[in-house]
C-alpha cells in the first residue's frame, strides 16, 4: 500500500474512533502534547495507560471474588481507572466506570460483577484499537511518509 | 509615572482591597450580597479613576432588598455567583469609558456639544422574566425577554442626565412576603449605561463572550447600544431574600446627591453620584485640560444584542470537552489602557492589535467559584491582560522567577499528562503521591500553587489542605502533627536554597473528577466541600491544557507567569 493510502486508512480510522465513543477530545489533547521535544509522548501515555489498567483490572477482579467485599477498596480502584481513562480519552471505558461506581454505592455485588466484565470488555477494545492505530502510525512512517493530524 | 497597566491594577486593587473587606468595611460573603453597599463601593473607587469628564450615577431601587443571597441554578453548577455584580459593573465601567474616550479620539471635534457623557448603574428589582420558566434554551426562544429588557433599555437612553428609579417603580417582585415560603426569589436587573457615544456594532459581539457567565448564573444579559445616546448593559440575575431581612422604604434614597459623601447608612442609600472634578495626581499629565466632547458619528443605527446562552439546554456539567473558543481581550484590553493612557501623559510605545482573532474570556465559568474566591479569578484577569498590553511600554523591572508548582496526584497517567501540560505551558512542577506528603512539601518550601487531587491514598486532599489552611491561620503546623505529620526542620537547615517557609496564602486548586451524568448539584456539592475545606477552586478532570493554563493565569502572580 502506497503512503497515500495507508495515510487515509489511518485518518478513517481514527476517524471511526472518534465517532464510536472509543475516543474523546482527551485524547486530541494528549496528541497536541507531543512535539519535537516529546515525540512519543502519547505512545508512552498510552503504554502507562495499559499497565495501570490491567493492575486495576487483577486488583477488582480479586476483591470481588473475596467472601466479604470491601467496597470501599473497589471503589477506589474503579475512581482510579476513571480518572486515568478519563485523562487519556479512553471515554467508553470512563462510562462503565461510572456505572461501576454506583454499583459499588448500592453494594451491589452482581452489579458489581457485571460491570467488571463490561470495563474489562470496553478496555480490551480500545487497546486493541489504539494498538492498531499505532501500528497503522508506524505503516506509515516506514512507508516514508507523515502522520496526518 | 504610571502605565495604563498600572492604573488599572490600582483601581483594581483598590476595589479589591482585601484588608477594607476583611476587616467588615466591605462584606463579601460566600451567598450574601449588599446591593447598595457594594455598587456605592465600586462607584466610588472608579470615580477617583474614571471620573475625569464623566458624571458617575448609581441608583438603587428601594425595592431592592438591602441583602439578598445568591440563587444557586438548579441547571448550572454555579456557586455563588452574585457578588460578582460589583464586577461586573467595574467591568463594565472599564469598557465602556474606553470606549467613549477612543472613539472621541478618533472622531473629530465637534463645537456644539456641551453635554457630559455619564455613566452610571442602576439596580432594581423586576418581575420574574420570561426566560426564567422556560430554562435556559436558544437565545430565539426568549425574544420576548429581549424584547422587554432592550425597550426598557431604550427608555433609559436618550433622557436626562438624572435619571431616577420612578421609571422602574412599576415592577415589584419577589420581595412580596411569602409567609408558607422561608426564602422567595427577587429578580433585580442590573443596567450599566453610558450616555455617550455608545459602542460601535462591531465591538458588541466581541463584548457579548465575555458576559456568558452571567447566562449560567441563571440570568440574561442584553446589550443595547445607540451611537449618540450611549448604550446599556443590562443583566437580569435571581436573588434569594430571606424574609427576615427586611428592606428600607427610606424614600431620601432618591434625592440628587452631588456629593458622594453620604449621610445616610449606607446600607439604604439608593443613590449615588459622582460629578466630573478635574483630577488630581493619578493621572498625572496635561490631558485633563483637554475638553472632550461628545461626537455624533456619521452613520447612526441602533442595534440590540443579546447574548445567546448555552446551545444546548445541558443539564450535564458542560466543560469536560472543552470547546469554548479561546478568546483575547486583546482590542478592549487596549482600549483600556490606551484610553488611560490619553489621560496620562502621552506614551507611544502601545501597540494595538487589530483583529479580534485570538481572543481569551474573561469570563470563563470552567472554574466555579464561590463569592469571596471571584474577586481573585475575574479582575486579575483584566489586570494581567492590561499589563500584558502595556508590558510593551514598562520597563520589566519584576524578577523573572520560576514559580514553584506542587502537583498532588497519585494516578500516574493523570501525573504524566499533567506534567507534559505544564511543560507546555513552560513550568515544572514538583509531584507528591498524597496528603501527607502534600502537607510536608508545603512544610519544606513555599509554593506559589497547589494542584491537589482530592481522592487520595493514605490522606486525601481535603484533609491536607484543612491541614495548610491551619497553619497559615495559626502559624503552627500543631493540626499536623496531631495526625502525625512531624513537624518540619528549622528553615536554616533546610538544603534548599531556594525554598522559604510558607508565608502567605497558597493558592490550592482541587481536581475533581466529574462525572459525564453529574447533576448539578452533586457537582455543586463537591465543588461546595472543597470550598468548605479551604479550597480556593477547582479544575475537573480531565484536566485539559487550556483548563491549566487558565488555572495559572488566574491564581499565579503576574510576574511569575
Known amino acids: ?149 | 509615572m504610571l502605565s495604563s497597566g498600572d492604573l488599572v491594577l490600582q483601581l483594581i486593587n483598590d476595589i479589591l482591597d482585601l484588608s477594607k473587606v476583611e476587616s467588615g468595611v466591605m462584606k463579601l460573603e460566600a451567598a450574601k450580597f449588599h446591593p447598595r453597599e457594594v455598587v456605592k463601593h465600586v462607584l466610588q473607587t472608579a470615580a477617583a479613576y474614571l471620573q475625569k469628564i464623566l458624571t458617575l450615577e448609581g441608583e438603587v431601587a428601594d425595592d431592592v432588598p438591602i441583602e439578598v443571597r445568591v440563587l444557586c441554578t438548579h441547571i448550572h453548577p454555579v456557586l455563588c455567583l452574585g457578588n460578582k455584580v460589583p464586577f461586573f459593573i467595574l467591568f463594565c465601567f472599564l469598557e465602556l469609558y474606553p470606549l467613549i474616550s477612543s472613539h472621541r479620539r478618533r472622531a473629530k471635534d465637534s463645537a456644539n456639544s456641551h453635554q457630559l457623557d455619564q455613566v452610571g448603574v442602576k439596580l432594581y428589582v423586576v418581575p420574574e422574566p420570561p426566560f426564567a420558566k422556560e430554562g435556559y434554551q436558544n437565545g430565539s426562544d426568549v425574544s420576548t425577554a429581549k424584547q422587554s429588557t432592550t425597550n426598557l433599555a431604550k427608555e433609559e437612553r436618550c433622557t436626562s442626565t438624572s435619571q431616577t428609579s420612578s421609571d422602574h417603580k412599576g415592577f415589584h417582585d419577589g420581595d412580596e412576603e411569602q409567609a408558607e415560603l422561608p426564602v422567595t426569589t427577587v429578580w433585580i436587573r442590573c443596567d450599566v449605561y453610558d450616555t455617550g457615544i455608545g459602542i460601535p456594532e462591531k465591538a458588541l459581539p466581541t463584548l457579548f463572550k465575555k458576559y456568558m457567565q452571567v447566562e449560567l448564573m441563571g440570568g440574561r444579559l442584553t446589550v443595547s447600544s445607540r451611537v449618540n445616546c450611549g448604550s446599556t448593559f443590562t443583566f437580569i440575575l435571581p436573588y434569594k431574600v430571606s424574609l427576615a431581612c427586611d428592606h428600607s422604604d427610606d424614600t431620601d434614597d432618591l434625592s440628587d446627591m452631588a456629593d458622594h459623601d453620604a449621610t445616610k447608612d449606607d446600607a439604604t442609600t439608593g443613590f449615588f453620584q459622582f460629578q466630573p472634578r478635574t483630577l488630581g495626581s493619578l493621572f498625572s499629565s496635561n490631558g485633563s485640560s483637554r475638553t472632550q466632547k461628545l461626537i455624533p458619528y456619521t452613520i447612526g443605527y441602533a442595534n440590540s444584542y443579546k447574548l445567546n446562552g448555552f446551545s444546548e439546554a445541558s443539564h450535564s456539567f458542560p466543560m469536560i470537552n472543552g470547546r469554548t473558543k479561546e478568546m483575547t481581550l486583546a482590542d478592549d484590553a487596549c482600549s483600556v489602557a490606551e484610553a488611560i493612557e490619553t489621560s496620562s501623559e502621552p506614551k507611544s510605545s502601545f501597540s494595538h492589535s487589530s483583529g479580534p482573532d485570538n481572543e481569551s474570556a474573561i469570563f470563563r465559568d470552567k472554574h466555579h467559584q464561590s463569592d469571596a474566591m471571584f474577586r481573585t479569578n475575574f479582575l486579575p484577569q483584566i489586570c494581567r491582560v492590561v499589563q500584558a498590553q502595556g508590558a510593551s511600554s514598562r520597563e520589566v523591572s519584576n524578577t523573572t522567577s520560576k514559580p514553584k508548582i506542587l502537583l498532588v496526584e497519585d494516578n500516574k497517567i493523570n501525573v504524566m499528562v499533567t506534567q507534559s501540560m505544564m511543560k507546555q505551558l513552560g513550568h515544572t512542577v514538583a509531584v507528591v503521591n498524597n496528603g501527607v506528603e502534600a502537607v510536608r512539601a508545603v512544610q519544606s518550601c513555599s509554593y506559589d500553587l497547589v494542584l491537589m487531587d482530592v481522592y487520595m491514598p493514605v490522606m486525601d486532599g481535603l484533609q491536607a489542605t484543612r491541614l495548610i489552611r491551619s497553619f497559615e491561620e495559626t502559624g503552627n503546623w500543631d493540626a499536623a502533627a496531631k495526625v502525625g505529620i512531624e513537624q518540619p526542620l528549622p528553615y536554616s537547615d533546610s538544603l534548599k536554597l531556594d525554598c522559604r517557609p510558607p508565608t502567605k496564602r497558597i493558592p490550592i486548586i482541587a481536581i475533581l473528577l466529574v462525572p459525564m451524568q453529574m447533576t448539578a448539584n452533586a457537582m455543586s456539592e463537591s465543588a461546595d466541600e472543597c470550598f468548605a475545606n479551604g479550597m480556593d477552586s477547582f479544575v475537573s478532570k480531565p484536566i485539559t491544557f487550556q483548563k491549566l493554563k487558565e488555572c495559572l493565569e488566574q491564581y499565579l502572580p503576574r510576574n511569575l507567569l
Not at chain 1, 493510502?5 to 478513517?12: A, E, G, N, P, R
Open chain 1, 1 to 149: 500500500m502506497d503512503v497515500l493510502q495507508l495515510q487515509k486508512q489511518f485518518i478513517d480510522y481514527k476517524a471511526s474512533l472518534y465517532n464510536e465513543g472509543f475516543l474523546d477530545e482527551q485524547f486530541t489533547q494528549l496528541q497536541d502534547l507531543q512535539d519535537e521535544n516529546n515525540p512519543d509522548f502519547v505512545a508512552e501515555v498510552v503504554s502507562l495507560f495499559f499497565e495501570d489498567s490491567e493492575r486495576l483490572l487483577n486488583e477488582l477482579t480479586k476483591s470481588l471474588e473475596q467472601q466479604s467485599v470491601d467496597f470501599k477498596r473497589v471503589d477506589a480502584h474503579v475512581h482510579q481507572w476513571k480518572g486515568s481513562s478519563s485523562s487519556i480519552g479512553a471515554q467508553r471505558v470512563q462510562k462503565v466506570c461510572i456505572a461501576f461506581r454506583n454499583y459499588c454505592e448500592e453494594q451491589n455485588v452482581e452489579g458489581c460483577l457485571k460491570s467488571l466484565q463490561q470495563v474489562k470488555h470496553e478496555y480490551s477494545l480500545v487497546k486493541t484499537k489504539l494498538e492498531t492505530l499505532f501500528k497503522l502510525e508506524q505503516q506509515i512512517v516506514a512507508a516514508g511518509g507523515s502522520i496526518p493530524m
